[in-house]
């Protein structure tokens, strides 16, 4: 999936967007979005405060953001938050995931704005929707009675909201595990830390790919990955659980200053998702510390369990390419804001794999 500033063009499907989240609110009785103009979200388009959620060339949904939002906030509003408003979903869109997705780009703007993270409202009486933000990772700071003011479409007039925030380094509370953050910007989630690999350990990472790993990657030779390791594009990353080194990674940084390729990924002792706990670190890494928003890969078409991890991930398959007679698939991951120019994506060559 990708965020998209959205264009006069979409609003049809903007529009019936918004009315198929009315006919779910008219279905679960909670507060139903009255019509919003045409002008209205004309203005919010040129504004770039209107987005489009495309997944395989389809909308998948829409949401829109404000920068400050004092009538609903009040006196808690401090200019320190993005907002979001009207998350909806296409209606004929399948796949899951949408607030997710929402949520993790409107952390990377509010990171990138230098704010402190993101807020969103609802009617407090939708205890479902309250207990869906919840569990996505909002907590619920307040609630607020909002008072007929005619710069708020008129769902609002009288109604209380539950107001919810997310500091953006907290997005990661969605998956239910805690993210610290520390020096150069590895981190660790629970036990698993992701941090720069010392030379020393080129033996053990060698000694990792011709384990069980072997059939799955195209191992390199001591001296190659010497060679690797110098390099000032490529990084080693070694992946720790509870203090032992366990697996590591290897990221190429492309030069279209966009992109990072996810190389390689080994984990010594699979059978504990510990590689799906590094996927989300990696995430982090190529955001804050390579700034890069999108990291792509190739796998065997055959590897069904890294294939598993990458969708479970958010990966979504590109294209395909062959390697010595073996189909690889290639996957790619927006992480960050996306750029205004998704349309320049590296070329993939021959697997890293
Ligand atoms: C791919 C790899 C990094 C994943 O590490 P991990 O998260 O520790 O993997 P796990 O063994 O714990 O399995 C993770 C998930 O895959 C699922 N899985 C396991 N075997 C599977 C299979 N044959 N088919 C589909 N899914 C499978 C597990 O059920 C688990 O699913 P869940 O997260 O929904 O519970 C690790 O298995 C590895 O190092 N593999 C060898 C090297 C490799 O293939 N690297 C990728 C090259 S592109």
């Known amino acids: 999936m990708n965020v998209e500033p959205a264009y006069i063009d979409d ?27 045409d002008a209205t979200l004309i203005e919010e388009v040129r504004a770039r405060k209107l987005f489009r959620v495309v997944d395989n060339g389809a909308m998948a949904g829409t949401f829109a953001i404000a920068y400050e939002d004092r009538v609903v906030w009040g006196d808690r509003e401090r200019g320190a938050h993005v907002y979001l408003h009207r998350i909806a979903r296409g209606p004929s869109d399948g796949s899951r995931g949408l607030l997710h997705y929402v949520v993790d780009w409107a952390c990377a703007h509010s990171r990138e704005l230098q704010r402190e993270g993101i807020r969103m409202d609802t009617a407090a009486a939708s205890s479902q929707l309250v207990a869906y933000y919840e569990k ?3 907590v619920v700071v307040g609630r607020n009675v909002i008072k007929p003011d005619p710069t708020l479409p008129t769902h609002y007039h009288g109604t209380e909201v539950a107001l919810f925030e997310m500091s953006w380094d907290r997005s990661a509370c969605r998956y239910g595990v805690n993210a610290t953050r520390s020096e150069g910007g590895l981190s660790s989630i629970q036990d698993v830390t992701l941090r720069e690999t010392r030379i020393t350990e080129l033996d053990a990472i060698l000694a990792m790919e011709e384990g069980d790993a072997r059939d799955f990657i195209i191992p390199y030779s001591l001296e190659r990955h010497h060679e690797e390791f110098a390099k000032n594009s490529v990084r080693y990353l070694s992946i720790d659980v509870g203090g032992k080194l366990s697996g590591f990674v290897i990221l190429a940084l492309d030069d279209d200053r966009q992109s990072v390729e996810f190389r390689r990924i080994v984990i010594a002792r699979s059978g504990h998702s510990f590689g799906s ?77």
Do not use: M
Not at 317 to 325: E, K, P, R, S
Not at 326 to 338: A, D, F, Q, S
């Open 11 to 37: 609003l049809s499907r903007i529009q019936e967007a918004y009315a198929e989240g009315r006919r779910r609110q008219q279905e679960c009785g909670t507060l139903v979005w009255p019509e919003f103009s």
């Open 136 to 138: 996505a990772g909002f």
């Open 277 to 353: 706990a590094a996927l989300k670190l990696i995430d982090t890494y190529s955001t804050e510390t390579l700034r890069r928003n999108r990291i792509w890969l190739d796998v065997f078409k055959t590897n069904a369990r890294a294939r598993h991890v990458y969708e479970k991930h958010g990966f979504t398959q590109f294209g395909q390419t062959v390697h010595d007679n073996r189909t690889l698939v290639l996957y790619e991951l927006y992480v960050g804001r996306p750029s205004d120019s998704h349309e320049q994506k590296p070329r993939c060559g021959a697997s890293g794999r």
